[in-house]
């Protein structure tokens, strides 16, 4: 079936069968903590993608700032990782939306997330299309992840705003958004060069910040670390570089396309 609006007739009656109360105020079903932090885990490239596309000095970190928000699932449905500017927090508490809970078609009714699901491609879906209240003022639209190394779509990605319906025009911010990550991920796993395998995540996130002309003292607050914890992986990096100043492993990661000079993940 490859029509939406026949898709969503299906969802809505699939929802109805399910139980799911339609004048429900708040997301209930959920991961357990140590399942959520387990999924965290394994999920941690494209988290990690994610906080470089949206950081501070991005251009993509401009939606968030116009009530943007983004939301990574599992490929089950349950949220790994939200994405939004503290303005919208209070909001999202009155729901209980918070990382881990189910946007699965038997917990909350249609929304954008289930129907990518079904369909294994991109859908739009305005407010009056969901099912439950919750998301009455909603527009959201839902990509998949794929993972070309492994032939798979291992995430489904969800860009919504509240009472603004430019669907079309999100719809193509991502898609851009996938494709990235998706390259990345493409890259991580064509990279298995010395320098490469033997940088951590956070190694990683130190170069990025550093890119971005950060001095040493808003990396710590950029990414919440100790200021011993910095010394200790960057004393690492400039042993594993071969180099002795914060400028030298910056361009060695940029000459070895382990970040762009902006700072991007490559």
Same mark, same amino acid.
């Given at each position: 079936?490859?029509?939406?609006?026949?898709?969503?007739?299906?969802?809505?009656?699939?929802?109805?069968?399910?139980?799911?109360?339609?004048?429900?105020?708040?997301?209930?079903?959920?991961?357990?903590?140590?399942?959520?932090?387990?999924?965290?885990?394994?999920?941690?490239?494209?988290?990690?993608?994610?906080?470089?596309?949206?950081?501070?000095?991005?251009?993509?970190?401009?939606?968030?700032?116009?009530?943007?928000?983004?939301?990574?699932?599992?490929?089950?449905?349950?949220?790994?990782?939200?994405?939004?500017?503290?303005?919208?927090?209070?909001?999202?508490?009155?729901?209980?939306?918070?990382?881990?809970?189910?946007?699965?078609?038997? @917990?909350?009714?249609?929304?954008? +997330?289930?129907? *990518? &699901?079904?369909? !294994?491609?991109?859908?739009? /879906?305005?407010?009056? %299309?969901?099912?439950?209240?919750?998301?009455?003022?909603?527009?959201?639209?839902?990509?998949?992840?794929?993972?070309?190394?492994?032939?798979?779509?291992?995430?489904?990605?969800?860009?919504?705003?509240?009472?603004?319906?430019?669907?079309?025009?999100?719809?193509?911010?991502?898609?851009?958004?996938?494709?990235?990550?998706?390259?990345?991920?493409?890259?991580?796993?064509?990279?298995?060069?010395?320098?490469?395998?033997?940088? @951590?995540?956070?190694?990683?996130? +130190?170069?990025? *910040? &550093?890119?971005? !002309?950060?001095?040493?003292? /808003?990396?710590?607050? %950029?990414?919440?670390?100790?200021?011993?914890?910095?010394?200790?992986?960057?004393?690492?990096?400039?042993?594993?570089?071969?180099?002795?100043?914060?400028?030298?492993?910056?361009?060695?990661?940029?000459?070895?396309?382990?970040?762009?000079?902006?700072?991007?993940?490559?």
């Amino acid at each position: 079936m490859n029509n939406i609006y026949e898709e969503l007739i299906m969802s809505i009656g699939e929802s109805k069968l399910s139980g799911v109360d339609p004048n429900k105020n708040r997301f209930k079903k959920m991961l357990d903590e140590k399942e959520l932090a387990r999924q965290k885990e394994d999920y941690k490239s494209i988290i990690y993608i994610l906080y470089i596309i949206f950081n501070s000095k991005g251009v993509f970190a401009n939606l968030l700032k116009q009530g943007y928000f983004f939301v990574l699932c599992d490929k089950d449905g349950y949220v790994i990782r939200l994405i939004y500017d503290q303005k919208l927090e209070e909001y999202f508490s009155r729901l209980h939306f918070v990382e881990g809970v189910s946007l699965r078609i038997e @917990d909350c009714g249609t929304n954008a +997330i289930n129907i *990518a &699901m079904k369909l !294994k491609r991109q859908v739009e /879906i305005c407010g009056t %299309e969901h099912y439950c209240h919750l998301f009455k003022n909603w527009y959201c639209t839902a990509i998949p992840i794929v993972d070309y190394h492994e032939k798979e779509i291992i995430a489904y990605l969800d860009m919504s705003v509240m009472n603004i319906d430019c669907l079309k025009q999100d719809s193509v911010i991502l898609w851009k958004i996938a494709d990235y990550i998706e390259k990345c991920l493409w890259h991580m796993h064509e990279k298995d060069d010395y320098l490469s395998s033997k940088l @951590d995540h956070l190694d990683r996130l +130190i170069l990025s *910040a &550093m890119a971005c !002309k950060y001095e040493r003292k /808003i990396v710590l607050k %950029e990414i919440g670390i100790s200021e011993r914890t910095l010394r200790r992986h960057i004393e690492k990096l400039y042993e594993l570089f071969n180099v002795n100043n914060d400028l030298g492993i910056v361009m060695k990661a940029i000459n070895n396309k382990i970040i762009d000079t902006y700072g991007n993940l490559l």
